[in-house]
């Protein structure tokens, strides 16, 4: 149980405009907030938040309350599954005064896991920095890109060496546990031995919306014999790929202050775009575009601008996705690029 001295930390520090900030576009009136209900359909705001009372009010459907309403409401939640979410939110360390083995088992279990990512997070990026292999090859590859170290900072861009089991070493080293490393798919079982996942590739780490790791993406950039280009972190309780938008922690403040999104198709297409001054982008990861990933973006804005490459394969995806955000009522622009052409060097 949630002791009464987190739960009174959680009411002193929660702001009721953030909170639903994160699931609704919010525009400043005077005193209050304004935005489009989520709780039904409308095209003009009648969805209030006053920061003063915190509380929120519909005036189209007479929805009403206070953050852990919304929670409630909003994402389904019970009540004690709203206050662990606005616990994390604000970084408050939740005091249990007791609670049952399973559900300690399995916040142990993802606390691990998010520990394993940060690791090897900061082992890939290591790696792109400090090594021959990382510099004259991984790091290079991104500067021909044009991205300036900051962006690969913020992007917490990394590099696999090829070799068989450096990172598993490491990590052992390090005391990590094997069948969490495994579960979370950095190694894996190859003839008998374990190897790294990722080997001889540049790698794209992939954050939640709260910006921890949860997953990675590595690109190989000598083209093997039946490798595919790009391979990624399995589905794990911390990454459900259908619900992860490449980009969009570092893209939800400028996408509520532009109040548009653009998709785009890869990686790549959203660290050009930051390049070029363009922070408001996502893409999809590792999957075509998801009827959660559309309603993740409307979280945000609903305007959502597709930017895709103009050849078949693009154009194909683009109207797929098209027609996943007019399902989910967003207001929809198309913009297909003649082909050889990147997003970056149309904007
Ligand atoms: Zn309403």
Known sequence: MISARTIQEINDVTRIEEVIGDFVSLKKRGKSYLGLCPFHNERTPSFNVTPSKNLFKCFGCGKAGDSITFLR???????????????????????????????????????????????????????????DEGKSIGLQYFH???????????????????????????????????????????????????????????????HNLSGKVVAFAGRYLKKQEGAPKYINSPQTTIYDKSRTLYGLFQARNAIRNHDECFLVEGYTDVISMHQAGIENVVASSGTSLTQEQARLMKRFTPNITILYDGDFAGVKAALRGMNILLDEDLNVRLVLLPEGEDPDSYV
């Open 73 to 131: 409401e909003h994402e389904n939640f019970n009540y004690v599954e709203a206050l662990r979410w606005l616990a994390h939110r604000y970084n408050i360390k939740i005091e249990e005064t007791e609670e049952n083995a399973e559900e300690r088992e399995r916040k142990q279990t993802e606390e691990g896991l998010y520990v394993i990512t940060g690791f090897a997070q900061q082992y890939y990026s290591k790696q792109l920095f400090d090594t």
């Open 144 to 206: 021909e890109r044009g991205y300036r170290d900051n962006l690969i900072e913020k992007f917490q861009l990394g590099f696999a060496q090829d070799r068989a089991d450096d990172f598993f070493n490491e990590a052992k080293v390090n005391g990590y546990n094997e069948d969490l490393l495994r579960e979370v798919g950095l190694i894996k079982d190859q003839r008998g031995k374990t190897v790294d996942f990722f080997r001889g590739r540049v790698i794209f780490t992939i």
